[in-house]
């Protein structure tokens, strides 16, 4: 997902004045570059994967400006298409990716998500033959990504940062809308609302819910369960250059939203991430705050069944990767976090090194883990020079020490 400074929902597309906003809110979106003109996301951003057709294959969706990356043309436009790749769960090969949507202006970041019935449906952010700065867009494809109701669908003119879910046969897209200037990390402002809407598997629109209608709350997150969805999202404070985090609980069939809280102060701006661990039906949702990870284990109904308060800082657009009982996410130290739960209990249970002995530089531009069948992860990183394949053994963890612990 991305952070849009859209100029006002009714101001005209400008891709020059939309990219060198962006550029600006590179140094909100990371901190740690030491000039707009190096934001990582102007060569790749926004990764995600779902099962494929043949057995232990998925197709690996991700938003680059061509391959090898390209970075922003000369206008300062960023020239994103998104592409697929198939990974082979059996042999950790990716095939060599090829272009799903090409359009001028950028398509990023992807998020995609299938459905209960093996619909496909792929969202992003879009600057192409938009009235608006940008808008969220949409496809729904079959299995074969053969389509069904194809791009460009339109979840909301001006709509930006979406996040898409499936629960069931129905997908979920949470997505942000509008711009405030002013405020917050270096006086960029905040998006002003964040809102839902649930389609079924034809593309077919069913449910449209304000969640925080035209408030300084945005960068919407959405992790799908059994039967309801969770979503997470930031919210500005005023005075302060750290954000707070509130989720809620929604049911995509009655379109009815419960459980709304504050779950945390002090956020380091848009680090979080969350999922779904069926095998113990819970939600487990990871961040930063105060400058510390934290994880929460969520039920359906919204309450909190156990926390880590305090551990390694966890990465911005990192995905998490679910085995069984178990928990994996990139740390903000080269490492990789395995966390252990059950219905009722969380643990920092130990950390993880690439397979080469050397620690990570993760990018917050989007990464994702896949799990092969001997057990041992292919974690896809996007880079500035590509898409880069790391390898971890779960075999190999080291116990979480003293530090980790926050001791």
Known sequence: MEMEPSVSRSAPRSSFLRHTLLALACVLAVPSMASAASDPRQYMHGIGAVPASAANTFNVFFSASGLPPRGADRSGSWPHDVYVAQWHADTGVLDAPRIFIRKPEAQEPVTVARNRTGQVMVSFEDGWNTTENVTQRFGIYDTALRPIKPYPQQVESGGHSGHITAVGDRFVVFYSD???TGGGVDNLGSGNGVYVKVYDGRGRRLHNVDIANERREWWPMVAGGSTRALLAWQQFVPGQTEANL?????????????GEQLLHHHLQYYTY??????AIERFLLVGVAKGNGFADLIDSTGKVRASIPCMPATVREAGITVNQDKAY???ADGRLLQLQAGPDSLTLSGTLMNTDGKRVQ????GSIGMQRTSGTLDWMSLTEKG???????PAKTQPANAV???R
């Open 178 to 180: 509008g711009w405030i």
């Open 246 to 258: 509130k989720i809620a609980i929604f049911d995509p069939t009655s379109g009815r939203v419960t």
């Open 273 to 278: 991430s969350l999922t779904w661990m069926p």
């Open 329 to 331: 996410t990139p740390a």
């Open 362 to 365: 993760w990018r917050p531009v």
């Open 387 to 393: 898409l880069e394949q790391l390898h971890f053994d």
């Open 404 to 406: 980790d612990q926050c």
